[in-house]
Each structure stands twice: as C-alpha cells, then as structure tokens.
C-alpha cells in the first residue's frame, strides 16, 4: 500500500491523541506535525512531478498554490503512519503514488467527464464566435434601431387609439341630452363599431410591422435563435453534467455507511453541493482510511505556495478544513468519531470582567476585553450586551450601534434608549466618528504611512473569512502610521475610513495590503496568546449635548 508512509522520524515516546482532531479549530497534534514536515521535505525534494506553486521565480507557468493534508492513521497490525493529499488537482493531475487517490478521477482520460467537457467546450466555443463576429454585431446594431423606430410607431397608435376612445367618449357626455333616447341608442352602436374599427385597424398595423421585422431582419433572427439554442443547451447540459458528477461523489464512515454528496447538502442551507465539494484533502484521506481499515488517529492540512489572488493563505501554514464544502461531508464521515472539544463552543469571557469607562442617562462606553463577544453569539449568549443589560437593567432601545469583533479589545459605545442610539448611529453612518486602533504586525513593513484599499466580502465556502472580490466585493479603506519596528514585529496604528467586517485584519495580512498578519490572527496567520488589535481611541459628539467627547484605552501589547 504505497499511501501507506511509515514515519520516518523516530516516534518513540510521542503517545497518540485521545480524542481525533476536530478539523474546523485545532491546533496540530505533534504526530500531524512530523507527518505534516516530512511531507514537506518531499515537496521540496521530489522529482516525479513538476507543479508551480510559486515559489522558484525562474518559473513562467501560472503559479498556483495547493492545500495539502496529512492523516495519522494505525494500520491492522497495530503500527502508525500516515497518509497525504491534496485539494483538487495537481499538475493537472490526480493520481500520484505517494497520495490517496480522489473520491472521483474526472481527468481519467476513459472517464465521461473529459468526454462532455470537451463537448461543452465547443459549445462555448460558438457560442463565444457566433456572439463576437462582425456579421451578428452589425445586424444587432441594425435590428436594434428597427426595434426603436418601430416601438416610438407603437406608442404613436397607442396615443391615436386612446384618441379615438376619448373622442367618442366626450360625443356621448354631449348628445346624451340632447338625444332621444332611440337616437342615442343609433349613436352608441355607430361609437362601437368606431371603437372596433380602431383596434382592429390597431391589431393589423401591429401584424404588419411584426411581419416586416420578422422578413427584414431574417438573417439576425437565424444567428440570435442558434445563440438562445445553444444557451439552453449549454445550461441543461452543465446541469446533467455537474449532477452526473454529484452521482459519483459517495463519502463512507467508520461505520461503513455511504451517503451521497447530494443527500449530504439536501439537509443544509444550500441543499445542492457547491462545485468541487469533496475534492478538498480531509474527505480524501478519511475516504481512503475507511476503505482500506485504517483508524484514524489525527489529522492537519498546510498551505503550500504562492496564496491566491483573493484569498489569504501563508505558504507552509496550518489551516482548518473550509466550512462551506467540508463540514456538512465530514459530519457525515465523522459521525461515531470522538472528536476533540469544539473550542467555539467554549466561552472565553467567562471569567473576564466588563470595564465602564464612561456613563451617563443617555450613553455608556466600556472597554471590551479580547475574546469577548459584541453580542450574543449562535453558542455563546455571553457578551457585552447582556453584560450591560445585567448591570443596567433599566435600558431601553436597541442599545447596540458598532460592533469589535471577539477577539478584539477596546472601545465600544452603547446607547441607554432610542433617541441617544439614533443619534449616535448617524455618526457612525456619517462617519463622523473618529476611531483608532492599534496593531502588532508579524513583520516589518517597509511604508511608514499610507491608504489601503481593496473590495472585500464573505467567503461563501469559508465563512467566516474574508476574500478579495472586485466583482460584488465592498471597498474597505484604511489609513495607517507605523509606530516602531522592533525585532521583526511592526507596531502601527490604523485609521478605519470604512467598517468592513475583518477589514484591519484584511488589510493586514493579504498582499495587497500590508503583507504582514496582526499577530494572533488565527483566520489569516497565526495563533498566539490574542488577537494583538485592540481599538485604543474614540471621539464623538454626545448624543444631548453635542459635546465633543474622547475616549482613549490603552493596552497591554
């Protein structure tokens, strides 16, 4: 079995865990570590392969960087090892000896998915021609104009047929008493007959210049009815398509129950499975582990090369099983697994205490400490806002106006009733709220001041992320000024223009910012003691009394 890798550093002495990892926060057993590091001694060793992950600059291919994982397993004779992946596909390959193959090779050449995507691929490809040739762009251009002309002539006898009903309409008020009434009947019949000579003189007109445009403009309409055609096929095609792939995606359990990828996510939000779901590492190695009566022990996935344009991901770097494709597959694969504590579900704040810095009849500010909810949370209902609601019970109103997130300490303003929230959330609004925060970079920047500035949203497979997005991402600035730099950690203070969620860690730790996570970052670098920001100053008006009010906190990093 050569997925089967016997360690080769000497485990001796190490005891395996109790409980297996819990893939969505962990931190990496010492056995995932050495399995993790002799896999990487590998990456940068081997020649079976070539792959450009990025990091040899001598390389002219497209880098792509790869998430890899490692799974510590124990064997029917009782011995340890391990096992390794890959997510998706490497050097537009899936089966390499040294790994455990996919749920589903779609690039086996006799496989049908290479056969329909390449028949997918001509469809787009005239689709693509048909769309971009000068002979369709100059008759749409044409046909275009027609249809202006002929919806300005339709608007003209719409106008001339309501012209026609509200003339006969004010011949009725007028000879209605004037008129016996066997006079009057002889008037409506002829008003009628008016009204249906109009709309059938209407209907007729409407035929014409149907048939007109329908004879002038027939070598537009063949070319347009080929490209709807070829549309609709391309979508019911896609559609059988990526079902037929689903069909092949079957995920087993300890107890050897198979379940289907589509059944999986028919009991979550999405209830169709998002593209590439199950071609991530983890599902890989407990598919393989489960077929060939090998028991789990514990598992980590790494980051190896270049991270990608959107995301945040630190070459060589430990990171948790994405949320949105492999939680509801490895739920199912886990599922009779003793897994290690959710430490989500564990509520960090319950021996922190809540400062008052400040309190009056209208608005109160404290000092959050780090790791310590905004407010209520799905698990976690300690936070702030109950805090406060428990100290001073007779609040009224929404009482929350901004938000810190949980790991950040600092500066939150609370209103006591509704006017006062009003009031300060237009500031917030407005942006005419003056906050300042303070960070600890890991590493040394070389700008000594400056903007960022780059769209951001959620990731949608990894909430709660967050990645670039021009596309329907929204502009978050930040302005900065670097206080010290001192044995390679950068001191710095940051100026929120806009109030993007993760926006100071975003800015911060992708390449389009900073470059330099904020340390204890555990979403985009890496854990440590905290998350080194904290929201050190705030100045606003008083809800009452439009004073000008500064609040500063200061911190212990």
């Known amino acids: 079995m050569s997925q089967f890798h016997y360690f080769k550093t000497d485990i001796t002495g190490i005891s395996t865990p109790e409980k297996f990892t819990f893939p969505f926060f962990y931190e990496p057993h010492q056995l995932s570590v050495i399995a993790a590091n002799e896999l990487k ?33 124990r064997n029917q004779q009782d011995e340890l090892g391990y096992l390794c992946a890959f997510s998706g596909k490497l050097a537009n390959k899936n089966i390499f000896p040294n790994f455990v193959p996919p749920i589903f090779d779609m690039l086996d050449p006799d496989g049908f998915f290479l056969r329909e995507e390449t028949y997918l691929n001509n469809i787009n490809t005239e ?27 339709i608007a003209l006898l719409k106008t001339q047929l309501k012209e026609g009903k509200s003339e006969r309409k004010k011949i009725r008020i007028a000879q209605i008493t004037i008129l016996s009434p066997a006079e009057f009947e002889l008037l409506e019949a002829d008003l009628v007959k008016q009204s249906l000579r109009d709309k059938h003189e209407f209907g007729l007109k409407m035929l014409q210049l149907e048939q007109d445009k329908i004879k002038k403009h027939q070598e537009y309409f063949k070319i347009a009815d080929r490209i709807q055609f070829l549309r609709e096929e391309r979508k019911d095609f896609s559609s059988n398509l990526q079902q037929r792939l689903f069909d092949q995606y079957n995920f087993l359990n300890k107890d050897g129950k198979l379940k289907s990828v589509s059944a999986i996510f028919a009991q979550t939000n999405l209830l169709k499975p998002p593209a590439a779901a199950g071609d991530c590492a983890a599902p890989k190695l407990l598919q393989y582990a489960f077929q060939n009566d090998l028991t789990p022990v514990c598992m980590a996935e790494f980051w190896w090369g270049e991270s990608p344009k959107s995301e945040i991901r630190k070459h ?12 509801p597959i490895l739920k199912h694969m886990l599922e009779g697994i003793e897994l290690d504590p959710n430490p989500l579900l564990n509520n960090p704040a319950l021996h ?16 959050k400490p780090a790791d310590f909810l ?6 976690i209902q300690d936070s702030v806002y109950t805090r406060i609601q428990e100290m001073i019970p007779d609040l009224s109103g929404p009482i929350i106006i901004h938000r810190l997130d949980m790991a950040t300490s600092g500066i939150l303003v609370l209103a006591k009733h509704k006017e006062a929230h009003k009031i300060l959330q237009e500031q917030f609004i407005n942006r005419t709220i003056q906050k300042r925060y303070l960070a600890l970079l890991e590493g040394e920047i070389d700008q000594e001041e400056g903007y960022i500035e780059f769209p951001i949203r959620v990731d949608l497979d990894d909430r709660p992320r967050q990645v670039v997005c021009y596309e329907y991402g929204k502009m978050a600035k930040t302005y900065f000024k670097v206080l010290e730099k001192s044995q390679g950690r950068t001191r710095i203070h940051y100026w929120p223009i806009t109030g993007r969620t993760h926006q100071l860690r975003m800015h911060s730790s992708h390449h389009l910012g900073l470059n330099c996570p904020i340390v204890g970052d555990d979403l ?7 998350l080194h920001l904290h929201a050190e100053y705030l100045e606003l008006k008083h809800p009452k009394t439009g004073k000008t009010m500064r609040f500063l906190a200061d911190c212990d990093f």
């Open 352 to 367: 922190k205490t809540l400062e008052i810095m400040y309190q009056d009849e209208d608005m109160v500010v404290v000092n």
């Open 524 to 530: 985009y670098g890496q854990k440590d003691s905290r």
């Open 316 to 327: 060589s770097q430990f990171y948790p099983s994405c949320t949105g494709k492999c939680e």
């Open 127 to 153: 689709l693509e021609q048909l769309e971009a040739s000068e002979a369709f762009l100059s008759l749409s251009a044409a046909f275009a104009a027609d249809e202006l002309e002929d919806t300005n002539q």
């Open 41 to 73: 001694e590998y990456l940068n060793s081997q020649t079976d392969w070539e792959h450009n992950f990025g990091l040899d600059n001598d390389q002219n291919t497209l880098a792509i960087g790869k998430m890899f994982g490692v799974l510590v397993v």
């Open 374 to 379: 905004s407010v209520p949370g799905i698990h």
